[in-house]
T-cell receptor
Framework: TQLLEQSPQFLSIQEGENLTVYCNSSSVFSSLQWYRQEPGEGPVLLVTVVTGGEVKKLKRLTFQFGDARKDSSLHITAAQPGDTGLYLCAGENTGNQFYFGTGTSLTVIP | KAGVTQTPRYLIKTRGQQVTLSCSPISGHRSVSWYQQTPGQGLQFLFEYFSETQRNKGNFPGRFSGRQFSNSRSEMNVSTLELGDSALYLC?????????????FGQGTRLTVV
């Protein structure tokens, strides 16, 4: 059962453009993480959001946790080729179990 | 400090064989989770161990098993390998349960079953 749906599944944009990736669920999570994964490597943690409505910024990346803690978004400003990768959201339930989203594959063209 | 270490990085096995993968968590982390990643299914949760006990289990057949040692290192075993078991197997370590627990992943073991 896939609890987290990400959209879009694939995204190809030009360098300098802005983009938003969405992570949606009908379940409530105690926290939500965003990861970036490059081919042949494990996912690397970008951010953790815990409080409903929370917004965190990491340089050009802005993460938001929905008020009801069921959804999240990742916004990238002025995308760079180094942002290319697979972006994964993961919701944590109260039992320390993580449910991963379907993933968004981002390609930033120089 | 050292990150999560998985060995081996790459493995080729024949159908019907069994395989054991190893994961050394970040020092001090007591929870280790295992995931299977395939292009079609994404990241699927296998199981989670905490203090040598399996605490959570995903929807995988009994051919997939694991264990955790007193030093928190974990192994995952797959018996009677099938072609469909070809995947990137990832382990993640974290301190403990609780809101905001952060999971850190290893580089994974790429298993190919031929």
């Amino acid at each position: 059962t896939q609890l987290l749906e990400q959209s879009p599944q694939f995204l190809s944009i030009q360098e300098g453009e802005n983009l938003t990736v969405y992570c949606n669920s009908s379940s409530v999570f105690s926290s939500l993480q965003w990861y970036r994964q490059e081919p042949g490597e494990g996912p690397v943690l970008l951010v953790t959001v815990v409080t409903g409505g929370e917004v965190k910024k990491l340089k050009r990346l802005t993460f938001q946790f929905g008020d009801a803690r069921k959804d999240s978004s990742l916004h990238i400003t002025a995308a760079q080729p180094g942002d290319t990768g697979l972006y994964l959201c993961a919701g944590e339930n109260t039992g320390n179990q993580f449910y991963f989203g379907t993933g968004t594959s981002l390609t930033v063209i120089p | 400090k050292a990150g999560v270490t998985q060995t081996p990085r790459y493995l080729i096995k024949t159908r019907g064989q069994q395989v054991t993968l190893s994961c050394s968590p970040i020092s001090g982390h007591r929870s280790v989770s295992w995931y299977q990643q395939t292009p079609g299914q994404g990241l699927q949760f296998l199981f989670e161990y905490f203090s040598e006990t399996q605490r959570n289990k995903g929807n995988f057949p009994g051919r997939f098993s694991g264990r955790q040692f007193s030093n928190s290192r974990s192994e995952m075993n797959v018996s009677t390998l099938e072609l469909g078991d070809s995947a990137l197997y990832l382990c993640a370590s974290s301190l403990d349960a609780g809101a905001g627990t952060e999971a850190f992943f290893g580089q994974g073991t790429r298993l190919t079953v031929v």
